[in-house]
């Protein structure tokens, strides 16, 4: 088992992805090593004031791969530190002037939220002159007037990233809150809006300016008296609801903790009107449904699980026959406690400082690499510690009972899919420590291509837990915010970009030296290769098994898929260069590749000249990635062992060299 340690290491060391990741950091960011026991915000959890210049390990893993998915037709080390580095700099405003008013650097001293997903700052509006109606702003009013000569009233918003202002054309709907004796909305209160239009300066204005929208939320803060008078008014119980009593004009007003945000969903006959439920639970413990429909849902955004909710007169309807349910009228005010996150010290184990980076930092004296003991993170009201900023890069034997926000890195040992489990698979995983399996959750069906054993993934997403038998438990949904999973073996960029791969001789399979090679090759023996056509389940890849009834079988999902067949090859051919030869397999579009015929074109030509087509391939060249399909004593499910036959190698991508 050492000699396996020592080996998965080795593959680590020599992965050129994960050397991408430290190179990155080291040009990027060349301070920040020094700087790791930091947090994501910055702070120095021993309150040295100082502030941390470069993102988590996870941040520069995540966008590496976003690019290279966006280039499919290759990247370069350039390109990637480019994109690295302004996608950085728009998100923390790197090098923006530092004055801003003075009300917002007040507040700044307390602010101690999570920024919403869709938050976009002021200043990047200023720069790109452009903003999303899905957009969120996170501002404080600077100030309330009205324009001279008009009872129009504007907003002068400021946000904590931010040295500009932008004025905001107030939507009537709001108007009775900027009241100069009894109005909530006034300078330093902080607002959430969404759903705006931009008024650029060239469209009749001095300076960009927000035309209205009905799409905002007044935030709250429980420590201040006013604030808190304000809650308690909002006191009605859901259970009090009567709707014989709302249709005589009784007005109700309630506060609530938003439970859960559902996922968008489409309704009508052509599916044109969209519709989104919060769920929110009172003070009683009563349940309620709060339901956007159309361009509402966009307030969504503005929300997060654990905030308080309050609601000034909402509008009340009749969801079934004896089913109530809140919905966003035309007289509602929405005001939000923001859910704030704690914070918890974690302890980084030494699996941490042992291997992150351990090519790149064996090339410095050891004792001159910093050893970070404990870095600070997020932690909800349940315990779950938010690992999604970690500046280090995860590793399995470092995983226990709740974590969230996890990624990792690692080859595919083995992934099945158990009958009458819909939607939900089974991924074994390996990285350097150890061997862990992952529960993938999918809202309908497999929805990430072909996967198999020996391919190289990086999953973002995951979730651990302990079951009832102390087991431990990680997860990962495809429904949740952020969820990712990459399968960098079947990358288009792959074999376009020197950056993410070391290319090899054939002999160097044999010592199991990387995760994945890339070899310059050529086809050989090939009147000795099998061609064979097969059908092939189109969502996951993998072939199907045709039963006595004629029902085709997925030999993955184990599902039906009548409806969801495609034409594909089953190819085995020897591959050559100057070292050795090797066998190998592959399907898809690899084999179509090397084929250079499509299967359904194949399949139509003569027996003939099915027969005699392979000599016309000899000594054909490609570039191609090869994974090591029977890795070590694991065993594959039968449903891949089938497509494998003993192979112990797999072509992922080719490409034809000349």
């Not at 905002?216 to 006013?226: F, M």
């Not at 956007?292 to 997060?304: D, M, R, T």
């Not at 926000?405 to 009958?419: C, M, P, T």
């Not at 949904?477 to 399968?487: L, Y």
């Amino acid at each position: 088992m050492e000699i396996d340690n020592a080996q998965n290491q080795q593959q680590e060391e020599e992965d050129p992805f994960l050397g991408l990741i430290e190179y990155a950091r080291s040009v990027l960011w060349p301070g920040e090593e020094e700087e790791e026991g930091r947090d994501e915000s910055g702070q120095d959890p021993n309150n040295t004031g100082s502030k941390s210049r470069g993102p988590g390990w996870r941040w520069i893993a995540s966008r590496i791969l976003k690019t290279c998915i966006a280039y499919s037709s290759g990247v370069t080390v350039a390109i990637l530190l480019s994109d690295l580095a302004q996608a950085w700099n728009e998100q923390h405003r790197v090098g923006a002037p530092k004055k801003r008013p003075e009300i917002v650097n007040q507040l700044k001293k307390h602010h101690r939220r999570t920024r919403l997903p869709n938050t976009v700052t002021i200043d990047s509006i200023y720069e790109k002159n452009f903003l999303s109606l899905t957009s969120v702003l996170e501002t404080v009013v600077v100030d309330v007037y009205l324009l001279p000569g008009t009872n129009i009233y504007m907003l002068t918003l400021g946000d904590f990233w931010s040295s500009n202002t932008i004025d905001l054309y107030l939507h009537r709907r709001y108007y009775e809150l900027v009241d100069p004796q009894n109005g909530i909305l006034k300078k330093g209160r902080e607002v959430f809006l969404t759903g705006c239009y931009l008024r650029t300066a060239r469209e009749g204005c001095g300076s960009p300016r927000l035309l209205p929208t009905e799409y905002l939320v007044i935030l709250l803060d429980e420590g201040q008296d006013h604030d808190a008078i304000l809650l308690d008014f909002y006191s009605d119980s859901f259970s009090s609801i009567s709707l014989d009593a709302f249709n005589n004009g009784v007005s109700y007003s309630f506060n609530a903790r938003i439970e859960s945000i559902g996922l968008l969903e489409t309704q009508g006959k052509f599916d044109s009107i969209q519709r989104r439920q919060i769920t929110l639970v009172d003070n009683d413990g009563v349940k309620m449904k709060f339901l956007l429909w159309g361009e509402q849902v966009l307030i969504a955004n503005l929300f997060s699980i654990g905030s308080t909710l309050a609601l000034d007169r909402p509008y009340i309807a009749l969801e079934t026959s004896d089913e109530c349910c809140l919905e966003y009228g035309t007289a509602t005010q929405l005001y939000l406690v923001p859910f704030i996150q704690q914070e918890e010290q974690v302890c980084v184990p030494l699996t941490q400082n042992r291997y992150q980076g351990s090519r790149l930092l064996s090339a410095v004296d050891p004792s001159q690499v910093p050893i970070v003991s404990q870095v600070t993170l997020p932690c909800d009201s349940q315990g779950s510690i938010d690992f999604s900023n970690y500046p280090f890069r995860p590793f399995i034997i470092n995983l226990c009972d709740k974590m969230t926000g996890l990624s990792l890195y690692g080859v595919v040992i083995d992934i099945f899919h158990k009958e009458n489990t819909p939607g939900v698979y089974s991924l074994k995983i390996e990285d350097t420590t150890g061997v862990i399996t992952v529960k993938l959750h999918f809202a309908d069906s497999w929805s990430l291509g072909r996967l198999g054993p020996g391919h190289v993934v990086y999953i973002f997403g995951l979730t651990c837990s302990m079951t009832k038998q102390n087991r431990l438990e990680v997860l990962w949904s495809e429904k949740d915010a952020g969820a990712s999973f990459v399968n960098l073996s079947c990358l288009p960029a792959l074999l376009n970009s020197s950056c993410l791969h070391r290319s090899s001789c054939l002999s160097d399979l044999s010592n199991g030296a990387s995760y994945m090679f890339l070899c310059r090759v050529w086809l050989d023996q090939i009147d000795s290769c099998f061609i064979n056509t097969r059908f092939a389940h189109a969502l996951c890849g993998h072939f199907v098994n045709e039963r006595p009834t004629g029902v085709f079988e997925c030999s993955f999902c184990h599902i039906q898929c009548n409806a969801e067949l495609v034409r594909t090859f089953h190819l085995k051919v020897t591959l050559a260069d100057e070292s050795t030869k090797v066998l190998a397999w592959c399907t898809g579009q690899t084999a179509i590749e090397l084929l250079q015929i499509s299967p359904n074109e194949f399949y139509e030509l003569p027996e003939e000249e099915q027969i005699m087509y392979p000599s016309s391939l000899e000594g054909e060249r490609f570039m191609v990635a090869l994974v090591n399909c029977k890795r070590g004593h694991y065993e594959s499910s039968d449903g891949i062992t089938q497509e494998t036959q003993a192979i112990s190698w797999e072509i992922t991508r080719a490409l034809k060299w000349e």
